[in-house]
Structures are given as C-alpha cells and as structure tokens.
C-alpha cells in the first residue's frame, strides 16, 4: 500500500475549502445566527478603573416592557480563569470592578433597542479606589491591590531561573552589553467582534454558539460557572472572521448569553462592539524588558540574563504561560549555554492582556534581535555572521530543556539574505534608506495543555459511508487559519480524495472528538497527525478488503484520484467502499496525537516552552524613513519561514502575509494605550492599523526541513512569521539613520526624538533608561539536559 | 458601536420644507451622513430628528458659470469631485485626501465643510465618556484636552475648508429670510462646541470657487495612514508669482491644529512682495508654526504635530515653486 505524499494533494496551492462561502457571504458566522423568539443580550460595563461597587439597583431595568432578564454578578458566582492558577474571574463584577469595561450587569430584552435601554435604567454606585496603570505602580506595596487583601503589592505571578552556570558565562565573556527596550500592547482587531447565541433545545440541554477558537476550553468552564453538568452542554465554535488569540480565552460574554438562554427559556444573542471588543482585549502585553549578554570576541554568546516586567492589565487569563513565553524561547533560535531568565506579570487597572499570534514571545523577540544587532556592531560583526555564529542546531536540546528537532534557521537566513541582496544593501544604501535583519522561531504546539491530563491533545474519527463520502469530525476550530482545509488536505491525501470532496464537520462538542482548540499553533501538528492516522487506517481498511476481494498482495494496491488500483485494475472509491464495508462493517476510524514523551523539562516553569517541534523564520525588512517626519515607510519584506513542509503552500504565502501585516501594525503605529482607565482610541479609525497602503510588497520563501513527527513533515506557520518582522524594521531604521529607538511602535514622534539627540549630543537612541530596582527572588537553579547545548 | 438612538427621519423634497423641519427642537442636517451618523451612535449630542437632504433636488453637480466660477452642488460627493476635471486640482486632490473610497462615495462637499470639530475625548460611545467627567462638547462643564479654561478644543477636521479658504471661495446659504454668500473663510469662528458661523436652520447649498489663471495651489495632509485618517495638520498655500519669480499674492491656511481652519496671514506677509526663495519660505514657515497651536485631542502628540507645521509650510511651498 502506498501513502506516502506523491498523490500530489498535499503540497498543492489550492484555495481554502470555504473560499467560496466566505467571499460570497454564505458562510453562517455567529451574528448571522437566527432563532425563532431570540432575545438580545447586552452587558452593562464598568465606567470606574478601580472601585468597589456599593450598590446595583436593577428595579428600572426589569420593569421596562420586552426585558426578560437582568443579572448581576450574584446570579454566576463562580470564579473562573482559563489557566487553572488563575481563577480570578466572574462572568459579572462581584463586589468589585478592575478596569472600565469590565461586566458589571447584563439583560435580556426582545429587541437590541430594548436591551440597550435597559442596561441605561441600571443604577449603580461605585467606591473609587486608587488606581493602578503602570507597572512602576504595580509593583509597589498599596493598601488596595487589585486582587487579594493589602498591603500587597499587585504582582501576579514571578519567575527566576537559572540554567547552568551563568555567573562563570558572563566571568568569560570578552564583551558584554546589556539594553532596555518596551514593547507597547495592542489588540487582535479581527474584523469579526467576538459574539455567542445561546439557546436551550428541546431536550432541555443548553446550546452554545460562539466565535471562539477553543470549544473545549469553553465547554468545561460553561460547565463550572454554570453549574450544569457537562453533558447537558453543547459549544458549537461558529466560523471566526478571524481570532489571533483574541478568542481563545472565556468571556463573560459567552457565559451570559448562556445564562439568560437559561433563565428566560429564549434563544440569546450577545455579540460585542468594536468598543467592548478593546475592553475585552486579551491581546498582546506591554513589556519592559532588560538583557545583557556575554559574548567572545568572535561573538558566540557565553551567557545571557533577560528580565521581563509583564503587564497584565486585570486579571490573570493565560498571564501566568505569557510571563514564562517571555522567556522561554530565546534559546530556540541561539545556543546559549548559560542562560538567566526572571520575569515578573502585574496586574494594573486595565483591560486583561492574554494571547496575540506569537504570544508572549514578539516582545522579547523583539528585544534580542535588535540587542544583537547593536552587539554584533560592538564586535564589528555583520547582522547576519552574528547569528549564524550561534545557530542552535537541529536535534539538539537547549540549555533550558527545549528539544530541538527540525531546524531550517540556517536555509531561511541563506535564501533571505541572499534574495533580498541584504549583504548589499546593509551600510550601502542611502541616507534615509536601510534594510534589517532578524531571526525568530515559534512553537508547533505546546506540549503541555492548559490542564493536567493524560488524554491525547487531539482526536479524529472518519466515517465512510456507502456511497464512496468520507466525513472527517474534528474539534479543531477554524479561526481563519485554514485548520478545516488542512484536515481536508492530510485525508484527502492518504484516501487520493480531492479535500472538496469531502465532508467536514468541525468545533463541536456534541459532534466531534477532542482537539483542544485554536492556539499555540497547534492545530496542523497535533490534529493534522491525527487525522493522518485515521486516514492511513481508513486506506488500511479499504486496501485490504479490495487486495481481499481481488486475491492480490495489499502492497500492490494503491489508492489516488478517486480509485482503488491494483495492476491494471480501477475500482472506483464508491465501490471500494462498498467492499471494505462488506468485509469489516462500519467504516470508522480513529486517530489521536500526544507529544512524545519525555519533552518536557522537570523544573517549575518547565511546561511552557516545549513544543513537539519549532518553526523557523529569517526577514530582511527594508524601510525608506523621512529624517524630517519620522515617518517610517517599509517598501519590501522578504521572509523565509520553515514550515517543515507546506500542505498547502497558499495558506502558507498567506499566514506569511497575514503575519507580515499584523506585525507591521505592531512596529509601526498600533497601541492599545490608556489614559488613566481609559483607551485612546477604542474604534477602527483611531486604533491604527495598517491599510492596504501601508502593505509592502512581501516575498515569502517556503524553507521545507521535514520534520520527522509533524504530519507529512508539517510544522506551524500561522504565528512564527510575525516574529522577526518586527525587529528586523526596527533594525532598518538604524541601518536608515543610525538611530536606535528600543521600542514599539515607531511613532515618528519617537524617531525625531531619536534623530534630535543625535545631533544635539550623539545619543542617538529613544526608549526607556532602566527597569525597576524589583527585587526579584534568587534564581532556581536548574541543570543543564545532560546531551544539552555544547558551548 | 452602539446602534442608533430612536430617532426620526425626514426627507423633505424642497429646501424650505427643510428649512422648516430644522427649526424644530432637537433637528440635525445630514447629506451624506458619514459624520453625521457614527456621531449619532455615539451619542454626542442629542437629536431628536434627521433632516435628510437627499430628496431635495438641484444639490449636486459640478457646473463651470459665465464668469468662470466653479460652482459644486453641497451635496455633490467628494469622489465626484475628486474625479472632475473642471475642478481646480487642488481641490481634486483635498478631496481625494477625505477619509476612504468608500466613504467619498457617500459624503458630500458640504458635509464635509461642515464635519464637526473632533477630540479624543470626545469621539467614543457615551458609555466611556462616562468613564470620565463629561467635557464641554458632552454637555458638561469642563475640557479634558486644557482644564484651565472653560473652552472646547475640539478639532476642525475638515480637508476642504482650507484649500477652499486658500481659493478664496464662498458658500451659500440658504435660510428662511433668503440665500447669502459668504467666503469659507467666514463660515468658521473659532469655538470648538459650534464652529460654524451660520444658523441652525441655514443650509449650505453651493460652493463657490473662482478659477484664477496663474494660480499655484497645493495641499499637504499629515495623517498616519494614506487612507481612511482624518487630518491631524492640513496645509494649503495658494501663491501668484511674477515672471521676476516675486510672490505677488499668498493664501496660506492651516488646518486640523485648531477649532477653525487658521489663515497664516503672518506668514502670507513673509512671502508677498518678496523674492519666491529659501529665505522667504522659511520665514513663512517659521510664522506659520508660531500661530499653530495643536493640543493634545488627536492621533500623535501635540508637539510632534507643532514641528510638522514649518515642514509641511515648507514642502507645500517647494511644491509651488516648481517651473
């Protein structure tokens, strides 16, 4: 039997299997849910960044004609939070609110106009309490935390480890240099606010909709905060109009609509504003950061120390994994034989940040590459050699304990330098012009979920049925990223099937086996082998029972476009179908992923990090800088990726571009920024995102290496090549004008400030001076992975 | 953003059907309504009914009149405008700068004259303006940009005044005593909470641009993005230059760093009368920076937005001294 990928579906650019239905609008998302006697939820929000709440009087609210329902935080009074250390959420405030826009009331009213009012008719009484918005503020003692009893100061969570022997590192360096940089917050802005309809079906269990990327996530916590058990919920994850991370967490907006759908036995729909949108967040942390390294005088890195200060805004969401993301994979990319990491997350009175595509690791990305680009000037380095001199290699384990399969860093830095003639242009070009340079890797999965279990991380069941069609149920979430088109693509592969051809049903708990959601991108790799192993069992199945059939060796028969063939024999799917069943009875296959064992490091903290393999990326940006503006213009991205292998190269072109993008939004002029409590600019016209015009033209380059446990060899895409982006247009435009500005974004306020030290007294840097004197605990001493990096 | 507020809606055929319906309590104009509307979801002010001019003819069009004055219908749409030749190019290019495609399909020229003065505090649903003290413009008492004083800061926004002021060009308004013209320049006064120097129950109608031979104009527009922002700073210098290259006539107005379009007349002086050079334009620069005074209500800081001043006077007037 033959499998393996010449049938030539996997490694063909081909569109999505629901191109079609989301360009011509067919495509059902959750605000186009429509059920007969739905009501319309709507979430009264804070308007206090820190207060207690004296009172709520609903009275008005609920006696307005068409309200059927109004709640307060007493009526879900069971804490939640995604991570199982952080169960410091209410679906609405109980005694306390933490930033404007967190949910204090909510009601269900018969039309949108209704709700609205209603929410207006609720009174509520607040006690201001000191707020808290910085993370200078945050780590200081004061009598009101924003969790907990004071004095307290408002950390969240600490870290402070120590891999090998890092004090002897730094002892033996010839150079060391350290830097501070700040990384601004923003926001996922997909196009499609987040929104849940909820219902209760006829057989009395509760039915949730919602755009969300993690069904799962969200079925077990629905069950906890609304005490329902488990099996008398079912999520339905409708297509997303895009998520980034910004729905991977549980919103209070989901366990409402599910609550009211309860309580007044109608349907109800809840979607958010664009403004609830930016108050919900999630999105990426501001980080301040500091790190020094050691280096030879040729420039290989004999130790590293990065401190991070995280800031979490209100809660805690996936803080605790972001805070150790900010420190984990700085190893993935660079031998580091001794490597220091603390970091610490604060709350602070604003909307709670989470997971944004690379979560956690932009910012120290960010940080590093452009720390590397001023060390390799220090030792008169080029930007490329200086990397290249420390090049983690593949099959190795770090000195954190990451394992290291795959690796094409060194091919995607080669194909990159050398197509955007980087060698050239670096130092050459004129006054105003520059190019950069950066590396980045990202993770195709975390090994470890986001709760202990011993279950596989993903499952996949395929039915045939008789008349030749193939359905492929899997809980993974399509948010954008083309996650149903890959599982069309892995089993249509292995079956010779064309993936339009067959039957997809996805994101349900109800309906289908396990897959964790949407997040770490983890889908390709981990579902993707799962749906390779039912597949290979559902050939198995057929093979066998037509070689059976036809008294020929099963090694002899192979399967492709739509048929069954042994020598020169065809028997059309259908029929071979038919026989398969005839001979085994129902055609069910299953197939499930787990890491391989023994991945994940024993340390505390150790859990975050491992991943069943990386992706690689290498950018070269290049950037035309007005001296006179500070306006930062890039002309051209050129970015190889690793991706192991493409199974669908235009998906794979687009995750680039769409990474390239969001990353641009990210350097250039996007700030989830606040005064006092409040956002600047909550709306698509004042929250800065890149048009079509400020696209440059992007060349992606597909760098396969074959990983040997991703599906066909596949590793991640959607998140790893927004990484180097970042730094290498930051790199540009000290290339461009010789400043540095260590921090995110580029506001041409900040060039020209830049650009104005340098001529008056040579300084020519704009960011911040220092870090807090935080009194970090001594670090854990963690032993170096007895095979680890060589030094 | 929120849905609209309970509201009705008017769509008088004639203008004095129009002007009747804006005397009542609680009335608002809208021509295209790409202001007028988010505006209105946002709560910013009150409004009982909207008095739509769509159904009301002879607004639109772009027609050239015997004495060579272009005259642009109020409800004329940008993009119209963007795209007619007969159109002083300046004008064109202003017009092509206002927000989107799509919404220069829809907006007109006189909505966009009268697009109300704008502030970061001021431009987000009610619910978070709550969040804070309301300011003047939100009906309360005080201003968030300058709490010193009891004045509104808000910003004029507005791409075409400025070029439209540097035309020399009048609108007409049509009220219940008749129609009048008056120059552009006097449709402003400087007050963030009610910019525009005409009556509630006054309807722009027409613009008035005279076509003058010899005359080079441009418009320089800061914003972050090449589409979709408003302006933060808008620039627009007409000039005469004679065949000595001597300026014989200057219109420089500044936009977006303040509650009315701002004519540089300091800095017209610098230039007229003197040789069209480094030196003059400088100067002009320099005079046009000192009368700006940008506060911190809009995307990017104040500061940064009050040295962009002598170099966006500068390039506009580099522009204009080519050939």
């Given at each position: 039997m033959t499998l393996d990928p010449h049938i030539g579906i996997v490694g063909r650019a081909a569109p999505r299997v629901d191109a079609l239905a989301q360009a011509t609008g067919n495509l059902r998302y959750v605000d186009d849910l429509s059920f007969p006697g739905m009501l319309h939820g709507k979430i009264l929000r804070s308007t206090q960044a820190h207060a207690r709440i004296a009172t709520i009087d609903v009275s008005a609210a609920e006696a307005l004609p068409g309200v059927h329902a109004v709640l307060t935080g007493r009526d879900l009074p069971v804490a939640f939070g995604l991570l199982p250390v952080s169960q410091d959420e209410h679906a609405l405030a109980l005694g306390k609110v933490r930033h404007v826009g967190d949910p204090v009331a909510a009601v269900a009213g018969s039309d949108p106009d209704i709700a609205q009012r209603a929410i207006e008719l609720i009174e509520v009484e607040y006690e201001p309490l000191p707020i808290i918005t910085t993370i200078a503020e945050a780590i200081e003692v004061v009598d009101e935390p924003l969790h907990g009893e004071g004095p307290a100061n408002n950390r969240h969570r600490e870290v402070s480890l120590d891999f090998g022997d890092v004090d002897a590192g730094f002892a033996v360096a010839d150079h060391i240099r350290e830097d501070v940089f700040f990384y601004e917050g923003s926001n996922h802005a997909a196009l499609e606010a987040h929104g849940a309809v909820a219902l209760v079906e006829e057989d009395g269990r509760l039915h949730l909709f919602s755009a969300t990327q993690v069904p799962h996530y969200l079925h077990r916590i629905a069950a906890e905060v609304l005490d329902v058990p488990a099996a008398r919920i079912r999520v339905t994850a409708t297509p997303t109009g895009g998520g980034f991370g910004g729905k991977t967490d549980v919103f209070s907006h989901e366990l409402v609509a599910a609550h009211l759908a309860r309580v007044t036995g109608h349907p109800v729909k809840l979607v958010l504003t664009r403004e609830e949108v930016f108050y919900a967040h999630r999105g990426r942390h501001p980080v301040l950061m500091w790190v020094k390294t050691g280096f030879s005088d040729d420039g290989r890195i004999t130790a590293m120390w990065?401190?991070?200060?995280?800031?979490?805004?209100?809660?805690?969401?996936?803080?605790?994994?972001?805070?150790?993301?900010?420190?984990?994979?700085?190893?993935?990319?660079?031998?580091?034989?001794?490597?220091?990491?603390?970091?610490?997350?604060?709350?602070?009175?604003?909307?709670?940040?989470?997971?944004?595509?690379?979560?956690?690791?932009?910012?120290?990305?960010?940080?590093?590459?452009?720390?590397?680009?001023?060390?390799?000037?220090?030792?008169?380095?080029?930007?490329?050699?200086?990397?290249?001199?420390?090049?983690?290699?593949?099959?190795?384990?770090?000195?954190?304990?990451?394992?290291?399969?795959?690796?094409?860093?060194?091919?995607?830095?080669?194909?990159?330098?050398?197509?955007?003639?980087?060698?050239?242009?670096?130092?050459?070009?004129?006054?105003?012009?520059?190019?950069?340079?950066?590396?980045?890797?990202?993770?195709?999965?975390?090994?470890?979920?986001?709760?202990?279990?011993?279950?596989?991380?993903?499952?996949?069941?395929?039915?045939?049925?008789?008349?030749?069609?193939?359905?492929?149920?899997?809980?993974?979430?399509?948010?954008?990223?083309?996650?149903?088109?890959?599982?069309?693509?892995?089993?249509?592969e292995v079956l010779g099937l064309e993936p339009s051809e067959l039957a997809l049903v996805t994101a349900d708990t109800d309906l289908t086996p396990i897959d964790l959601g949407s997040y770490s991108s983890r889908v390709t790799f981990m579902a993707g082998n799962a749906a390779l192993e039912a597949s290979r069992k559902l050939a198995d199945l057929v093979v066998t029972a037509v070689a059976d059939q036809l008294e020929v060796d099963p090694d002899t028969v192979s399967l492709g476009k739509g048929a069954v063939r042994a020598g020169d024999r065809e028997i059309p799917w259908p029929e071979a179908v038919r026989i398969a069943e005839a001979k085994w009875g129902p055609l069910v296959t299953t197939g499930t992923f787990r890491p391989a064992k023994g991945i994940v490091g024993d340390y505390k903290g150790a859990g975050v990090g491992p991943s069943p393999a990386y992706s690689y990326s290498a950018c070269v940006a290049a950037v035309d800088c007005d001296p006179e503006t500070g306006f930062v213009t890039v002309d051209h991205v050129w970015l190889a990726h690793d991706v192991g292998r493409s199974i669908n190269p235009l998906l794979v072109q687009g995750q680039i571009e769409g990474s390239v993008h969001m990353a641009l939004g990210e350097v250039l002029m996007e700030e989830q920024a606040f005064r006092g409590g409040l956002h600047n600019g909550p709306s698509l016209l004042d929250y800065k995102i890149p048009t079509v015009l400020e696209m440059p033209q992007v060349e992606s380059i597909l760098v396969e290496s074959i990983d040997p446990e991703g599906p066909f060899g596949a590793k991640e895409v959607g998140q790893g090549p927004l990484l180097p982006v970042i730094p290498a247009v930051v790199n540009a435009l000290h290339d461009a004008l010789g400043i540095r500005v260590d921090e995110v974004p580029l506001r041409p306020d900040k060039v020209l400030a830049a650009l104005q030290g340098l001529a008056r007294n040579g300084t020519a840097r704009y960011g911040p001076a220092t870090i807090p004197g935080y009194p970090f605990r001594s670090p854990l001493p963690v032993e170096p992975p007895p095979n680890g990096t060589r030094a | 953003m929120l849905r609209l507020p309970p509201i009705r809606h008017a769509a008088p055929t004639t203008l004095e059907e129009a002007i009747t319906l804006l005397q009542s309590e609680g009335a608002v104009l809208a021509a295209g309504g790409t202001d007028l509307i988010p505006n209105l979801k946002r709560r910013q002010h009150p409004a009982d009914v909207v008095v739509s001019l769509r159904r009301v003819g002879g607004l639109r069009g772009v027609r050239v009149d015997a004495n060579g004055t272009v005259r642009i219908g109020a409800l004329t749409t940008l993009a119209t405008v963007a795209g007619d030749s007969r159109v002083p190019a300046v004008l064109r290019e202003a017009a092509r700068s206002v927000a989107s495609p799509q919404i220069r399909n829809q907006g007109t020229v006189g909505g966009n004259l009268c697009v109300d003065t704008r502030c970061d505090w001021l431009n987000v649903p009610d619910t978070w303006r709550q969040a804070a003290e309301p300011c003047l413009k939100a009906g309360g008492e005080m201003c968030w940009v300058a709490p010193a004083k009891k004045v509104c800061w808000a910003v004029s926004s507005t791409d075409l005044a400025p070029v439209m002021i540097a035309l020399r060009a009048e609108v007409q308004l049509v009220g219940p005593v008749g129609a009048r013209s008056i120059p552009v320049e006097d449709l402003y006064r400087m007050d963030g909470l009610d910019q525009l120097a005409k009556a509630a129950d006054e309807i722009l109608t027409e613009v008035a641009v005279p076509l003058e031979p010899g005359l080079r104009a441009t418009y320089l527009k800061l914003r972050r993005r090449g589409s979709v922002d408003f302006p933060i700073l808008g620039i627009a210098a007409a000039i005469h230059l004679d065949d000595a290259r001597t300026c014989t006539a200057a219109r420089l107005v500044l936009g977006a760093v303040a509650s009315a379009p701002l004519r540089a007349t300091h800095a017209e002086d610098a230039l007229i009368g003197r040789p069209f050079g480094s030196e003059a334009v400088a100067a002009a620069a320099e005079a046009a920076r000192l009368l700006a005074r940008p506060l911190q209500n809009t995307d990017l800081t104040s500061r940064y937005r009050k040295r962009m001043v002598p170099v966006f006077v500068r390039r506009a007037l580099d522009e204009l001294a080519g050939d």
């Open positions: 990065f401190k991070t200060f995280v800031d979490g805004g209100a809660y805690g969401s996936y803080g605790a994994a972001s805070l150790l993301y900010t420190g984990q994979l700085q190893t993935a990319t660079y031998r580091i034989p001794a490597y220091r990491f603390q970091g610490v997350r604060v709350f602070t009175n604003k909307p709670a940040c989470g997971p944004k595509r690379g979560h956690g690791t932009p910012q120290p990305r960010f940080g590093l590459e452009v720390h590397l680009d001023k060390a390799a000037e220090d030792l008169g380095l080029d930007p490329v050699a200086i990397r290249e001199r420390n090049l983690v290699e593949p099959f190795t384990t770090t000195v954190n304990h990451l394992r290291i399969t795959s690796c094409g860093l060194a091919e995607c830095i080669e194909r990159v330098v050398e197509s955007s003639r980087f060698r050239h242009k670096h130092r050459n070009l004129p006054a105003g012009q520059g190019v950069g340079f950066a590396v980045g890797a990202y993770m195709s999965g975390a090994a470890v979920p986001i709760y202990f279990n011993d279950m596989p991380q993903s499952e996949v069941v395929l039915k045939a049925d008789r008349g030749g069609g193939v359905t492929v149920y899997s809980m993974a979430a399509d948010c954008g990223q083309g996650s149903t088109t890959m599982l069309a693509t892995v089993v249509g | -």
